[in-house]
């Protein structure tokens, strides 16, 4: 027996109906979020390329390091600098054949503020200050990417080779909790910034594990992540606003499951156990003039350790390398010097 007319007709209209609503709710979502300001995603890209090809590398442990030689580095198309990195993966910091003896070192440690990206190597504040302490060796661990974690396990592979300085001067920004918790948000940018910044970077960061402090059960532990594993978009993220939208809200609620600071401040107190274990004098500069800075170091300075506030305005072009970069250029790292030094030998 054939069926009804009718009951054809209105299955036929149920589908349509399911099909209307797939239809009309995600295109009626789009639009909305048009209208209120959302976009697809667009990663601000950040263009690095250096001759020779490959200054930096990756790194089984650090997630990324120095690639020993000289390179002429172009940042955005505009701005050009050149560095020098020694055979122990270290920018150089004219090193002083004088300052042999273990209290006469100075180890600088951070992210690419240390480094001085965008900077030749004797405008770099750690370069300044082993000018103005020629009695001091002074070396410049830092490394474009490193957050607090990368320096704890810097010195505590310094320490285990005897490698001992007399002074470890660890420079803190605000946004290095981001990369002390391996947030979603940083691993985006970390993740796509390399990506796009040129295909030789691309090719070389296969064999990085970048490590990142977490809590589990209670128990502070530094983790790693693949390179491969660090960030995925979801599909059709750089054509929808929707897509990026729900995206966001996921990376974001993840954050909120993160102590951040908490992860941060374990690492400071970490560190200045292991310090006090090797008598090495802990000093922590603040590069950033944000009230967050200022409250960690307060609050570092409670627990005894050394603090200095050198920041400069660092939203003002007087101090950035505008306008291709907006790290510190020459005047703040001279800044930065002045105030170290001052600090050292008042």
Not at 45 to 62: F, G, K, Q, R, V
Not at 226 to 253: G, I, K, P
Not at 321 to 344: E, G
Request: hydrophobic share 35%.
């Amino acid at each position: 027996m054939s069926k009804h007319p009718l009951i054809h007709y209105l299955k036929i209209s149920k589908a349509a109906y399911v099909f209307y609503l797939a239809l009309i709710i995600p295109t009626g979502l789009e639009m909305g979020l048009r209208i209120l300001g959302y976009r697809p995603f667009r990663q601000v890209d950040y263009h690095i390329e250096s001759s020779p090809p490959n200054c930096l590398i990756a790194h089984p442990t650090l997630g990324f390091a120095l690639q020993p030689g000289d390179f002429e580095v172009t940042i955005n198309k505009g701005l050009k600098y050149t560095v020098s990195h020694g055979r122990d993966s270290l920018r150089v910091s004219d090193y002083s054949t004088v300052g042999e003896m273990e209290e006469d070192s100075i180890y600088f440690f951070g992210c690419s503020y240390t480094y001085g990206m965008g900077v030749d190597d004797s405008l770099v504040f750690p370069y300044l200050v082993s000018r103005n302490l020629p009695n001091s060796l002074v070396k410049n661990f830092g490394v474009p990417g490193y957050g607090t974690v990368q320096t704890l396990l810097q010195l505590e592979k310094l320490i285990t080779a005897g490698e001992i300085p007399g002074i470890a001067i660890i420079n803190y920004a605000d946004f290095h909790d981001e990369r002390n918790s391996l947030t979603a948000l940083y691993r985006r940018d970390l993740y796509m910034g390399y990506q796009r910044s040129n295909s030789s970077v691309r090719q070389s960061m296969g064999g990085s594990q970048v490590p990142f402090l977490t809590k589990k059960e209670d128990e502070f532990m530094i983790d790693f992540c693949s390179w491969d594993e660090l960030y995925d978009h979801w599909t059709f993220r750089e054509t929808f606003a929707l897509v990026n939208f729900f995206q966001d809200w996921d990376d974001r609620n993840q954050m909120r499951t993160i102590d951040k600071d908490g992860n941060t401040r374990h690492l400071f107190s970490v560190i200045k156990n292991l310090c006090e274990q090797a008598s090495i004098r802990l000093i922590v500069t603040g590069l950033t003039p944000s009230e967050h800075t200022k409250r960690l170091l307060a609050d570092l300075k409670k627990q005894k350790i050394e603090v200095l506030d050198m920041s400069v305005d660092l939203a003002s072009d007087r101090y950035r390398n505008a306008p291709y970069d907006d790290h510190p250029n020459q005047l703040a790292h001279a800044i930065f010097a002045q105030k170290i030094t001052s600090y050292l030998v008042p």
